[in-house]
């Protein structure tokens, strides 16, 4: 009988969660943290921890008062502060028994698959083995190339838990979760479906160092919890945030996993690759797809974006709103979709992306 596999944790640590103000790690915050890793270990947990702040100090060393505007001195920033975050990760962690792992990663190491399937095997390993991978974003390169970048860790951690099938994501900044802000006031205990309504009540607020809002954690969550992975939203300076949650005690947002999650090939599909072309699609396609779980056909197809291959990964979009509805792999190329779409070569009727290689988004 194989192996049960322990339960596993993600957690997104802000760089206002870290510091105490530009360029000034808190240690006694991120001791407290390392703490509440180290009991989370006790109880059987596997944590993987991504952790923002390497800007942020590279900004402190070099005197910044916000963060810069210029590319170049961005990726200055994360190269100073980048050493300076894990040396202090390393030395709080180790007299707790615990040996940490440095990844930094761009967008292609999960969307290029051999290097997908490399980090996740990499991840299994340091798990099982009862290191804590501490992963960031390798801002002295991504920052330079929109394409090979994150965006920001909110997202980079809901990736990391659908690599690592992750039963918890937390991400834990600032914000106490998501607040009402056109009802209550209040911040939402419970999430089960991410609505229109749930996503016009995030917040764009950021601070000097951070990159996201609440806006990006939304978008993270929709992410982590379509792969079967509960997600919250809690302030990380409340005293033993971590432990509460996995003892499942109400702070912050919790967001639902999915009852439907997602199998490996479609989280792939659904977050994962990098696309070549898009689909626009009339409005009755894109609803076919979005609740009836049907193929798409040449039929609904409205027009084309990029030259594509068979096989090849493509957004298919709303054509109304622009709005990507699913991701899949092109049954044909693009200019045999645009003959078949006018009536041509295989009809209207056509096949454009097989429903088993098709994602909704």
Same mark, same amino acid.
Request: hydrophobic content about 45%.
């Given at each position: 009988?194989? $192996? $049960?596999?322990?339960?596993?944790?993600?957690?997104?640590?802000?760089?206002?969660?870290?510091?105490?103000?530009?360029?000034?790690?808190?240690? /006694?915050?991120?001791? =407290?943290?390392?703490?509440?890793?180290?009991?989370?270990?006790?109880?059987?947990? $596997?944590?993987?921890?991504?952790?923002?702040?390497?800007?942020?100090?590279?900004?402190?060393?070099?005197?910044?008062?916000?963060?810069?505007?210029?590319?170049? %001195?961005?990726?200055?920033?994360? =190269?100073?502060?980048?050493? +300076?975050?894990?040396?202090?990760?390393?030395?709080?962690?180790?007299?707790?028994?615990?040996?940490?792992?440095?990844?930094?990663?761009?967008?292609?190491?999960?969307?290029?698959?051999?290097?997908?399937? &490399?980090?996740?095997?990499?991840?299994?390993?340091?798990?099982?083995?009862?290191?804590?991978? @501490?992963?960031?974003?390798?801002?002295?390169?991504? &920052?330079?190339?929109?394409? @090979?970048?994150?965006?920001?860790?909110?997202?980079?951690?809901?990736?990391?838990? #659908?690599?690592?099938? %992750?039963?918890?994501?937390? *991400?834990?900044?600032?914000?106490?979760?998501?607040?009402?802000?056109?009802?209550?006031?209040?911040?939402?205990?419970?999430?089960?479906?991410?609505?229109?309504?749930?996503?016009?009540?995030?917040?764009?607020?950021?601070? =000097?160092? &951070?990159?996201?809002?609440?806006?990006?954690?939304?978008?993270?969550?929709? *992410? =982590? #919890?379509?792969?079967?992975?509960?997600?919250?939203?809690?302030?990380?300076?409340?005293?033993?945030?971590?432990?509460?949650?996995?003892?499942?005690? /109400?702070?912050?947002?919790?967001?639902?996993?999915?009852?439907?999650? !997602?199998?490996?090939?479609?989280?792939?599909?659904?977050?994962?690759?990098?696309?070549?072309?898009?689909?626009?699609?009339?409005?009755?396609?894109?609803?076919?797809? +979005?609740?009836?779980?049907?193929?798409?056909? !040449?039929?609904?197809?409205?027009?084309?974006?990029?030259?594509?291959?068979?096989?090849?990964?493509?957004?298919?979009?709303?054509?109304?709103?622009?709005?990507?509805?699913? +991701?899949?792999?092109?049954?044909?190329?693009?200019?045999?979709? %645009?003959?078949?779409?006018?009536?041509?070569?295989?009809?209207?009727?056509?096949?454009?992306?097989?429903?088993?290689?098709?994602?909704?988004?």
């Amino acid at each position: 009988m194989p $192996q $049960q596999r322990r339960r596993r944790v993600v957690v997104k640590l802000g760089t206002g969660v870290l510091t105490s103000g530009v360029g000034m790690l808190d240690t /006694q915050k991120m001791r =407290a943290v390392c703490a509440q890793i180290a009991e989370a270990k006790k109880r059987g947990a $596997q944590t993987v921890l991504v952790s923002s702040g390497a800007v942020g100090l590279g900004m402190g060393a070099l005197k910044l008062k916000s963060r810069p505007k210029d590319i170049s %001195a961005v990726q200055e920033c994360a =190269a100073v502060g980048q050493g +300076r975050l894990i040396q202090t990760w390393a030395e709080l962690f180790e007299p707790l028994g615990i040996t940490v792992a440095q990844i930094l990663l761009t967008r292609d190491d999960v969307d290029v698959l051999s290097r997908h399937i &490399a980090l996740r095997d990499l991840l299994d390993r340091l798990l099982s083995d009862g290191i804590v991978p @501490i992963i960031n974003e390798n801002d002295c390169v991504s &920052a330079a190339e929109l394409n @090979i970048k994150f965006g920001d860790n909110d997202v980079l951690s809901a990736l990391v838990a #659908t690599l690592t099938k %992750a039963d918890v994501l937390m *991400i834990l900044s600032t914000a106490p979760g998501l607040i009402d802000m056109k009802g209550t006031g209040k911040v939402v205990p419970v999430v089960e479906k991410i609505t229109p309504e749930i996503r016009a009540m995030a917040s764009g607020t950021k601070s =000097a160092t &951070a990159v996201g809002g609440m806006i990006t954690k939304i978008k993270a969550a929709e *992410i =982590a #919890t379509s792969s079967g992975c509960d997600v919250y939203i809690a302030d990380g300076s409340l005293e033993g945030a971590v432990v509460k949650i996995l003892d499942g005690k /109400q702070i912050g947002t919790r967001f639902a996993a999915a009852k439907d999650a !997602s199998s490996s090939k479609k989280r792939w599909l659904a977050h994962f690759g990098r696309t070549i072309g898009k689909i626009f699609v009339d409005g009755g396609a894109a609803d076919a797809l +979005r609740n009836k779980g049907g193929s798409l056909l !040449s039929a609904g197809v409205k027009s084309l974006s990029g030259n594509f291959a068979k096989g090849d990964l493509v957004e298919i979009a709303d054509a109304e709103n622009n709005y990507v509805v699913a +991701r899949g792999l092109a049954e044909a190329s693009s200019k045999e979709i %645009a003959q078949m779409a006018a009536g041509g070569a295989g009809g209207r009727g056509g096949i454009v992306v097989h429903r088993d290689n098709l994602a909704i988004v």
